[in-house]
């Protein structure tokens, strides 16, 4: 079942590009005390996710600070490589968006928001959303009904609902 509004979003280890190479990140202990916003994609580098979901946030970076938010990350169900490599070419590192990788897709699954489309080459990876957590607790969701589509779950969507 998929998490819902007023869930503790459960404990997960992702994984970043530190200085010296692959780094745990305790997303729970990132989330303490703090107010986050989390947007996933389908896939680093896919049309939709390169050219509108990440621009979104980097757009509205500075409208989320003012309304108190701590910091902005993206998940997407891949290795700690691509998640740097796609944060650079897109200029999300440089703009302050935290880059994290799933890559067993273990976060993803155990908020009930994993998919599978093999004819795309997409098998176990995230649907597209953004959420507002706010010391841990879900406190807001958009969820998009199909993978290509970056309405609600863009900047602007969740930044509207706030």
Not at 106 to 133: C, E, H, N
């Amino acid at each position: 079942m998929p998490i819902q509004q007023g869930d503790k979003l459960p404990g997960a280890t992702l994984i970043a590009m530190g200085a010296e190479g692959p780094e745990q990140v305790d997303l729970g202990a990132k989330l303490e005390g703090r107010k986050v916003v989390i947007f996933a994609v389908p896939g680093a580098f896919t049309p939709t996710c390169h050219s509108a979901h990440v621009p979104s946030f980097m757009r509205t970076k500075g409208d989320f600070e003012a309304k108190g938010v701590d910091e902005i990350i993206c998940i997407s169900v891949n290795d700690p490589f691509v998640m740097k490599a796609w944060g650079e070419a897109t200029g999300a590192a440089e703009a302050g968006i935290t880059m994290l990788g799933d890559p067993e897709s273990a976060f993803t699954q155990a908020i009930g928001m994993d998919f599978t489309a093999p004819p795309a080459g997409l098998v176990t990876r995230s649907k597209r959303y953004a959420m507002l957590v706010e010391d841990g607790t879900l406190s807001l969701l958009h969820v998009e009904d199909s993978p290509g589509t970056c309405e609600t779950s863009a900047g602007e969507g969740l930044l509207a609902a706030m």
